[in-house]
């Protein structure tokens, strides 16, 4: 498939204007936690004419190739878009999928590489590239530990759908993974004086004698051409596209997006016209969870914590923990198409999020289960008998109901409670560039389009199918690594 017609035009200079970056900048300050001033950004007048490695895009697979790059000696240069860095990252909800890690084992959680790779495989509906997934889960503790040695501490280790165990590593007061990261990302960055120049959109990659030689890039209105031996392509995907979403998956088209609007599919398109091949573009992934009148996402680990969903009967109606395509289908099947979420103090107090969720005012507060059920216009008796179950299916670990069997640590039965109404909205996008193990692009027929990198969402086939939740940070960070490691490499041939 061709996306050079969905590329045009889709970020006018209008996106850039002034209130838009404002409008980007607070949100940047609710979602990333990190107040993104002009220092960390490069000024465009230090703009050089070349660098050992251009990286596209400011998300957390950009930003990860470039530290691991210059960590390997390559001088390197981010060029992002958006006002902003932090692209999706910025928005991730949940925490990282990794296994064997040395916080699991210091929390006596037993799990193994092979098991990771097996719910993924089982999530994935066994379509997942092999080789990549092999990979992925094999070099997550690693990535696990590279994080912690740069101050990005991911201890807090809870349950996900589609996950046997304990794996997904949040930070450790609980909250949302994605401001954590994307902070600690930047603060590297800032401190290593990696060049991170913002309101730089690349336009085109270009190629000299069979090779890549650099990019085209728009800086402040000007287009310039700047030099490189090695481009890493870390956009992100085309979930913020929703014209070419519902062209490709048309039964999506009405759904609300979770993504940031950068997320267009531009380096997909690039990519393509070097001859690079795309994959599993059809593989467009709803969440279950997300508030539809502000787009956000509530992330899993309300449900992993011990959340239940229920409908507007006050009955559950899912295993709250199964992947996210069976979760989000239950929900559509509903005659209302959505649902709530139902938490207490305690889950509160273990997932910190919820809180930046009421702060946003999508969160329903009660003091007793009757008062929520009366806010929400839910049976009272229906939603106390579905709490009573639940909470007795917790004391005696059978859920005789819908046969869950993870995240059934804690009851709800700590006042107050809270619900938050959510229903599916697009996600991810599992399909695009074709790679292998060491990031190359690659073409139809498998060879390599040289000085040509790719990580992150930007590229298809680890997730497969389905991606299972925790499994994009890890996917950015073990592949953003392996691209920055290989890139500096090549550059030195």
């Known amino acids: 498939m061709n996306l050079r017609k969905w590329a045009i035009g889709l970020i006018s200079t209008a996106l850039l204007s002034a209130p838009i970056t404002t409008a980007l900048a607070e949100e940047a300050d609710t979602t990333s936690g990190a107040s993104q001033t002009s220092e960390w950004y490069a000024d465009?007048?230090?703009?050089?004419?070349?660098?050992d490695i251009v990286i596209i895009g400011a998300g957390g697979g950009g930003m990860a190739a470039a530290i691991t790059a210059q960590e390997a000696g390559a001088d390197v240069a981010i060029f992002e878009k958006m006002p902003i860095a932090g692209g999706?990252?910025?928005?991730?909800?949940?925490?990282?999928?990794?296994?064997?890690?040395?916080?699991?084992?210091e929390q006596g959680i037993e799990d193994s590489n092979d098991l990771f790779y097996e719910d993924t495989l089982e999530g994935g509906k066994g379509t997942n590239d092999?080789?990549?997934?092999?990979?992925?889960?094999?070099?997550?503790?690693?990535?696990?530990?590279?994080?912690?040695?740069i101050g990005i501490t991911l201890n807090n280790i809870t349950f996900s759908?589609?996950?046997?165990?304990?794996?997904?590593?949040?930070?450790?007061?609980?909250?949302?993974?994605?401001?954590?990261?994307?902070?600690?990302?930047?603060?590297?960055?800032?401190e290593k004086e990696i060049p991170l120049f913002v309101n730089s959109e690349v336009t085109k990659i270009n190629e000299t004698d069979g090779r890549v030689s650099g990019v085209n890039v728009t800086v402040e209105g000007e287009e310039k051409t700047i030099n490189a031996k090695a481009v890493i392509i870390a956009t992100g995907g085309f979930g913020g596209n929703l014209e070419m979403v519902s062209e490709i998956k048309p039964e999506l088209e009405g759904f609300v997006t979770t993504n940031h609007e950068g997320a267009t599919g531009d380096g997909i398109r690039m990519a393509e016209e070097l001859g690079a091949a795309v994959v599993d573009m059809d593989q467009i992934q709803i969440h279950p969870t997300v508030e539809q009148s502000t787009s956000y996402l509530v992330t899993e680990?309300?449900?992993?914590?011990?959340?239940?969903?229920?409908?507007?009967?006050?009955?559950?109606?899912?295993?709250?923990?199964?992947?996210?395509?069976k979760v989000s289908a239950n929900i559509i099947a509903l005659p209302e198409?959505?649902?709530?979420?139902?938490?207490?103090?305690?889950?509160?107090?273990?997932?910190?999020?919820?809180?930046?969720?009421?702060?946003?005012?999508?969160?329903?507060?009660a003091e007793t289960i009757e008062e929520l059920a009366e806010k929400l216009e839910?049976?009272?008796?229906?939603?106390?008998?579905?709490?009573?179950?639940?909470?007795?299916?917790?004391?005696?670990?059978?859920?005789?109901?819908?046969?869950?069997?993870?995240?059934?640590?804690?009851?709800?039965?700590?006042?107050?409670?809270?619900?938050?109404?959510?229903?599916?909205?697009?996600?991810?996008?599992?399909?695009?560039?074709?790679?292998?193990?060491?990031?190359?692009?690659?073409?139809?027929?498998?060879?390599?389009?040289e000085g040509l990198f790719g990580a992150g969402e930007v590229t298809g086939q680890v997730h497969g199918s389905n991606r299972i939740g925790g499994n994009a940070v890890a996917d950015i960070i073990v592949f953003g690594r392996q691209a920055g490691n290989i890139a500096s490499e090549y550059v030195k041939q």
Not at 302 to 325: A, H, P, S
Request: hydrophobic share 30%.
């Open 88 to 105: 999706n990252t910025s928005k991730s909800s949940g925490g990282m999928n990794a296994s064997e890690t040395k916080f699991q084992k």
């Open 337 to 365: 198409k959505y649902a709530y979420i139902i938490a207490d103090q305690r889950l509160k107090e273990s997932v910190t999020a919820i809180n930046q969720y009421e702060e946003k005012g999508i969160v329903t507060k």
């Open 44 to 51: 465009p007048a230090t703009l050089k004419e070349s660098y």
């Open 301 to 325: 680990s309300v449900r992993g914590d011990g959340g239940i969903l229920v409908n507007q009967q006050g009955e559950r109606f899912t295993d709250e923990l199964l992947t996210r395509d």
């Open 378 to 449: 839910i049976p009272a008796e229906n939603l106390k008998a579905t709490l009573d179950t639940w909470n007795e299916a917790v004391k005696n670990q059978e859920d005789k109901d819908f046969g869950r069997t993870t995240g059934m640590e804690y009851d709800l039965s700590h006042a107050p409670y809270y619900a938050i109404k959510i229903a599916p909205g697009i996600h991810h996008t599992m399909g695009g560039l074709k790679i292998d193990t060491e990031t190359h692009v690659l073409r139809e027929d498998g060879t390599a389009i």
């Open 130 to 149: 092999p080789e990549l997934l092999r990979y992925m889960v094999d070099h997550s503790a690693e990535a696990i530990d590279w994080l912690d040695s």
């Open 161 to 190: 759908g589609g996950a046997s165990v304990k794996r997904i590593h949040r930070p450790e007061d609980g909250s949302a993974v994605g401001g954590y990261l994307v902070e600690g990302l930047l603060r590297n960055i800032h």
